[in-house]
């Protein structure tokens, strides 16, 4: 019903846009000249930012947008277990060999790692997500796995993403070996003011729209209401395209965004 009133060939802010689809504000842009910085320097990064900021969805386009035959990506969502766990998680991803034991389990990570690098010539990507959970030893852990050939190589990209306090916690004294070892540093940060319009236009645009019906003081209560929170501005966004269809509205204004947020 949303879609056909508003005459879009599908529900708008879909989450689950292709990388080419991605909106770049200025706070991606300057994540991506980051990215692509690392891709030359291979590494350890940490990417930070509030929740619903857009980092899984950015790095799910940086990873998408990777040469296949240069690039492996590993995606590690299961943040929340213990050491032997989260070695056979990545271990698994890898590819490698099952086993019990710590000793094999390490072996095998650091040998698949090497093996995409030598063998098949592909640089390893791997993407911790929700990398908050993580218990201080696995980043202790982690720390030992990216150690090759007395840590004079790093062959594959590493990027811890996560809330906005893991930097923090990162920089505690019992972390700081680990941190000492993270070459890029960003946070992500939340749209602009001046990107609200822009970034509802794109999506709609994406759903065949031409002109979005949002109003300039529509523009300014959604940004009021979200904190510029790519996440939350979709969401407050789809609720008021939805009270205009109730109320049957041609133009959305600050008073259907009240409306909606009320809803939400």
Same mark, same amino acid.
């Given at each position: 019903?949303?879609?056909?009133?508003? =005459?879009?060939?599908?529900?708008?802010? %879909?989450?689950?846009?292709? /990388?080419?689809?991605?909106?770049?504000?200025?706070?991606?842009?300057?994540?991506?000249? @980051?990215?692509?910085?690392?891709?030359?320097?291979?590494?350890?990064?940490?990417?930070?930012?509030?929740?619903? +900021?857009?980092?899984? +969805?950015?790095?799910?386009?940086?990873?998408?947008?990777?040469?296949?035959?240069?690039? =492996?990506?590993?995606?590690?969502?299961?943040? +929340?277990?213990?050491?032997?766990?989260?070695?056979?998680?990545?271990?698994?991803?890898?590819?490698?060999?099952?086993?019990?034991?710590?000793?094999?389990?390490?072996?095998?990570?650091?040998?698949?790692?090497?093996?995409?690098? +030598?063998?098949?010539?592909?640089?390893? *990507?791997? *993407?911790?997500?929700?990398?908050? !959970?993580?218990?201080?030893?696995?980043?202790?852990?982690?720390?030992?796995?990216?150690?090759?050939?007395? %840590?004079?190589? %790093?062959? $594959?990209?590493?990027?811890?993403?996560?809330?906005?306090?893991?930097?923090?916690?990162?920089?505690?004294?019992? !972390?700081?070996?680990?941190?000492?070892?993270?070459?890029?540093?960003?946070?992500?940060?939340?749209?602009?003011?001046?990107?609200?319009?822009?970034?509802?236009?794109?999506?709609? /645009?994406?759903?065949?729209?031409?002109?979005?019906?949002?109003? &300039?003081?529509?523009?300014? &209560?959604?940004?009021?209401?979200? $904190?510029?929170?790519?996440?939350?501005?979709?969401?407050?966004? @789809?609720?008021?395209?939805?009270?205009?269809?109730?109320? =049957?509205?041609?133009?959305?204004?600050?008073?259907?965004?009240?409306?909606?947020?009320?809803? !939400?």
């Amino acid at each position: 019903m949303l879609a056909a009133y508003w =005459k879009l060939t599908g529900p708008p802010f %879909d989450k689950s846009i292709k /990388a080419e689809q991605l909106f770049f504000s200025k706070s991606v842009t300057e994540l991506f000249s @980051r990215l692509e910085y690392l891709k030359q320097r291979r590494g350890l990064m940490l990417l930070t930012g509030l929740p619903g +900021t857009g980092k899984t +969805t950015a790095l799910r386009a940086f990873t998408a947008g990777l040469t296949e035959l240069s690039y =492996k990506s590993f995606y590690v969502p299961l943040a +929340t277990v213990n050491v032997l766990d989260f070695y056979r998680q990545l271990n698994r991803k890898l590819g490698g060999e099952a086993s019990f034991y710590k000793t094999e389990l390490f072996a095998s990570i650091q040998q698949r790692i090497q093996d995409l690098v +030598t063998h098949n010539k592909n640089i390893p *990507v791997l *993407v911790f997500d929700e990398a908050h !959970l993580l218990k201080n030893e696995n980043f202790t852990e982690l720390q030992i796995l990216t150690n090759f050939k007395m %840590d004079s190589t %790093d062959p $594959a990209i590493i990027i811890l993403a996560g809330q906005s306090h893991l930097a923090d916690r990162l920089m505690r004294p019992i !972390l700081q070996a680990f941190y000492q070892r993270i070459i890029l540093k960003y946070h992500l940060l939340p749209l602009e003011q001046a990107e609200i319009g822009p970034f509802i236009s794109h999506h709609l /645009a994406l759903k065949g729209c031409q002109q979005s019906p949002f109003a &300039a003081n529509a523009l300014e &209560a959604i940004f009021k209401n979200s $904190a510029g929170i790519p996440r939350t501005v979709a969401t407050l966004a @789809r609720h008021t395209l939805m009270v205009g269809m109730f109320q =049957k509205a041609q133009i959305l204004t600050e008073e259907h965004v009240f409306q909606a947020s009320q809803e !939400l």
